[in-house]
């Protein structure tokens, strides 16, 4: 299915819920009813949808992902558009919160299967990020591997220092020349940290 765009959240306060609308209903034959959802970087919508058949009473619990474009800004008043899938399409995106995957029924759909392992995979790997030690000022970090730069210099071991400019970044300088440097995603890198000497 194509993306769809529209000019109003027809009075829900943000995408998630009126994404959790759309996939909360009833009909004859059966009822659809969203258990949980989040929006990951406003971006994607994940959400354990759970679909009960009146006649037999047969419940299944399955992901459903859109992808979500919001601007409430929008020049031509296209303020939000988001194109859906469900997880036995094999969606892309795989960052899907453990809390909604904890909820899914087992289900032998190839696409769904490899979809989860994925996204438990990506959600391991974001829980071993956050697990790692934060550079903080005044620490010595030392890499693996050296880290190269624009500047044509690569360094395995850089002064980590306070960020000016920001209190939710921090700086790394060469301890040799003083040269100051950003390093996006540090926590990807391998690295160990070391504090400075006590006076």
């Known amino acids: 299915m194509g993306w769809l765009y529209m000019q109003s959240l027809q009075g829900h306060s943000g ?26 970087g406003m971006r994607v919508y994940y959400a354990a949808i759970e679909h009960i058949r009146t006649d037999s009473g047969q419940r299944e619990v399955f ?11 929008d020049r031509e008043g296209y303020i939000f558009g988001y194109k859906d899938m469900d997880e036995g399409m ?6 899907c919160p453990e809390s909604i995957l904890d909820l899914l029924t087992p ?62 970044t921090v700086l790394f300088r060469d301890p040799e020349r003083g040269g100051l440097y950003r390093i996006p995603n540090v926590k990807r890198r391998e690295y160990r940290l070391v504090d400075a000497p006590r006076a």
């Open 90 to 95: 094999g969606p892309c995106e795989a960052d």
């Open 107 to 168: 289900t032998d759909r190839p696409f769904a299967v490899k979809w989860r392992a994925r996204c438990r995979q990506n959600a391991a790997a974001r829980q071993a990020l956050a697990a790692k030690p934060t550079p903080r000022p005044g620490q010595t970090i030392v890499f693996e591997e050296p880290v190269a730069f624009a500047d044509g210099r690569s360094f395995d071991r850089l002064e980590v220092v306070k960020n000016r400019r920001s209190h939710r």
């Open 63 to 73: 992901a459903a992902v859109c992808l979500v474009r919001y601007n409430p800004r």
């Open 15 to 40: 995408p998630r819920q009126y994404l959790d609308a759309q996939f909360t209903y009833e009909r004859p034959d059966h009822r659809s009813t969203v258990l949980k959802s989040a929006l990951v």
